[in-house]
């Protein structure tokens, strides 16, 4: 099934709920992205969650229960703008309302779970993402109750979510059939079949007295398959044998 945007079939809609809306101008415009999103293989829209407060300042902030330094993102605002964006009538229970929905809902947080490939894999597999973009000491919590996942691309905090939502966007989108045009490069990519890509080469063949591997000029094909197998294997033993323990 797919969503219907302006009449063309999506293959994937992306929500991203932000107090900085600005700061999304630009990196979904250009490169493999932008290219895409012109052909209507996706869809993302900017949601700005101040749009959604009822304070005549249009506040979205307030200073938390129990003390403390910062400020924590006020529920009202943002359990209205995910209501806004939700789609209806799939067969996932939405936490917290006697109502069902299609879509996934992402809160990108330092303690949600590291971003990887096999959760970038899983939620090409969703028609409909919502994410959220945290700001200041994060969100109320009871805004949880409808979130589903709850992600991290990294131990560090930046200063908010949007860049982590760019950066979540950005690898789901890829791995969407139609934007990468060599769609067999993916399957070569780090950490899809659980090693580290293999070293490449392109012209000339020796650059300041350093040769290409001639395996990679001989025209043999499954020769090179093989030492492909091989170099991928030896840098992931070398950079990250973490991965072969897995």
């Known amino acids: 099934m797919f969503l219907i945007y302006n009449n063309a079939y999506l293959m994937l809609k992306i929500d991203i709920l932000t107090i900085f809306p600005g700061m999304f101008e630009g990196p979904f415009t250009e490169s493999l992205i932008g290219r895409a999103s012109q052909k209507e293989i996706f869809?993302?829209?900017?949601?700005?969650?101040?749009?959604f407060s009822r304070n005549k300042h249009k506040k979205v902030d307030?200073?938390?229960f129990g003390g403390g330094v910062g400020m924590v993102i006020r529920p009202e605002p943002l359990y209205y703008a995910i209501r806004s964006v939700v789609v209806?009538?799939?067969g996932n229970s939405y936490k917290g309302d006697s109502i069902y929905r299609k879509s996934h809902v992402v809160y990108m947080s330092p303690q949600g779970k590291t971003l990887n490939n096999e959760i970038v894999k899983d939620l090409t597999k969703?028609?409909?993402?919502?994410?959220?973009?945290?700001?200041?000491?994060?969100?109320?919590e009871r805004i949880m109750n409808?979130?589903?996942?709850?992600?991290?691309i990294g131990?560090?905090?930046?200063?908010?979510?949007e860049i982590p939502a760019m950066v979540l966007t950005d690898a789901v989108v890829r791995m969407l059939p139609g934007v990468v045009k060599e769609k067999d490069s993916i399957k070569n990519d780090s950490f899809y079949n659980g090693l580290l890509d293999y070293p490449h080469y392109t012209r000339p063949a020796v650059f300041k007295?350093?040769?290409?591997?001639e395996v990679l000029m001989s025209g043999n094909h499954k020769k090179i398959d093989e030492w492909c197998v091989r170099e991928a294997y030896r840098r992931t033993k070398e950079r990250r044998p973490d991965l072969l323990k897995k």
């Open 146 to 152: 409808y979130v589903d996942e709850e992600i991290s």
């Open 43 to 51: 869809k993302i829209c900017i949601i700005d969650i101040r749009s």
């Open 155 to 161: 131990d560090y905090v930046l200063t908010g979510g």
């Open 88 to 90: 209806m009538g799939g």
């Open 62 to 64: 307030g200073r938390p």
């Open 209 to 213: 007295g350093h040769k290409v591997p």
């Open 126 to 140: 969703f028609k409909h993402l919502v994410v959220i973009c945290g700001h200041y000491e994060g969100i109320d």
